[in-house]
């Protein structure tokens, strides 16, 4: 069991090293996430139809953040808060309980590394 969990814990950093990058500098950068879905889809054993909904879903993702970096202030945390919901709920309804809660560590992660949770 202690193995396990070991691996576990060692699986999870170093992904999410892999997907949190550097803290950016220049905050309209902030909100262009470049996730490798490849990397992402064997991270999270997804099969081929949850692959392509992944992918689907990440593009949603990025056009929705993409349009809050546009907006100012508190329409843009607004718009922020609403496309991470949005991306919660489909990939929720996309993957089992196990992937789900595996993606959503990533995401958020990756989302603090980037300056866009508060």
Do not use: P
Request: proline letters at 0%; glycine letters at 2%; aromatic letters at 8%.
């Amino acid at each position: 069991m202690k193995k396990i969990v070991l691996t576990v814990v060692a699986m999870l950093s170093m992904t999410t090293s892999t997907f949190a990058g550097n803290e950016v500098v220049n905050k309209k950068d902030a909100f262009i996430l470049n996730e490798n879905i490849e990397s992402l889809t064997k991270y999270l054993n997804l099969n081929e139809q949850q692959a392509k909904d992944a992918k689907d879903i990440h593009t949603l993702l990025c056009q929705d953040l993409q349009k809050a970096s546009e907006a100012t202030g508190a329409d843009r945390d607004m718009l922020i808060k609403l496309a991470f919901k949005r991306n919660y709920m489909y990939m929720h309804i996309a993957l089992d309980f196990e992937q789900y809660s595996k993606y959503l560590r990533v995401l958020n992660a990756t989302a603090n590394n980037l300056g866009l949770n508060k």
